[in-house]
T-cell receptor, first 113, second 115 residues
Framework: NAGVTQTPKFQVLKTGQSMTLQCAQDMNHNSMYWYRQDPGMGLRLIYYSASEGTTDKGEVPNGYNVSRLNKREFSLRLESAAPSQTSVYFC????????????FGNGTRLTVT | KQEVTQIPAALSVPEGENLVLNCSFTDSAIYNLQWFRQDPGKGLTSLLLIQSSQREQTSGRLNASLDKSSGRSTLYIAASQPGDSATYLCAVRNPVNYNTDKLIFGTGTRLQVFP
């Protein structure tokens, strides 16, 4: 039972480089989310997708783009990485019901130098 | 704007103690509140979800309560064990409108249970 799978687990980028963080879930969930976690800041929502084909900005979307490729996959792209984007990134999913818990992946630890 | 606060930021207790973790939120118009556990280097695992119409939820040694009117939730851990050592986060779900929803997280309480 894989749940939510994120790749890669670790990544180091130079300022200005681009990369895509991958996320896939096998629970047939409608909603998917990207969060970043920084010390003392808690988790902050970057983007979310309420269903296949839709995406919406969260609290901190600047510098990121997302693609809901299909129901299973939701990717996060950094077009031109900046040191301020050094963080741990978490993907999560949930059924469409508002009263359903979120299921998280194990995160991608990104360092931008 | 909804804000979620967890105090204390860190807690260290001896094994066997019963303990309470606190979570407070500023806007009482919530759909639900969730408690999560995060182990170092790992993602979050959902522990308990309390709907806005509920007062508490229990799972094993864990009991979470919700008082919407005062903007508070507590997570009670009975007979703590070293394996309970982790960071505990609470999060409230606030619908922005009918078609969207957001989860607002606190910064967590880091719990250490020593033998």
């Amino acid at each position: 039972n894989a749940g939510v799978t994120q790749t890669p687990k670790f990544q180091v980028l130079k300022t200005g480089q681009s990369m895509t963080l991958q996320c896939a879930q096998d629970m047939n969930h409608n909603s998917m989310y990207w969060y970043r976690q920084d010390p003392g800041m808690g988790l902050r929502l970057i983007y979310y997708s309420a269903s296949e084909g839709t995406t919406d900005k969260g609290e901190v979307p600047n510098g990121y783009n997302v693609s809901r490729l299909n129901k299973r996959e939701f990717s996060l792209r950094l077009e031109s990485a900046a040191p301020s984007q050094t963080s741990v990134y978490f993907c999560a999913s949930s059924p469409r019901s508002l009263n359903s818990p979120l299921h998280f992946g194990n995160g991608t630890r990104l360092t931008v130098t | 704007k909804q804000e979620v606060t967890q105090i204390p930021a860190a807690l260290s207790v001896p094994e066997g103690e019963n303990l309470v973790l606190n979570c407070s939120f500023t806007d009482s118009a919530i759909y639900n509140l969730q408690w999560f556990r995060q182990d170092p280097g790992k993602g979050l695992t959902s522990l308990l979800l309390i709907q806005s119409s509920q007062r508490e939820q229990t799972s094993g040694r864990l009991n979470a309560s919700l008082d919407k009117s005062s903007g508070r939730s507590t997570l009670y851990i009975a007979a703590s064990q070293p394996g309970d050592s982790a960071t505990y986060l609470c999060a409230v779900r606030n619908p922005v409108n009918y078609n969207t929803d957001k989860l607002i997280f606190g910064t967590g309480t880091r719990l250490q249970v020593f033998p």
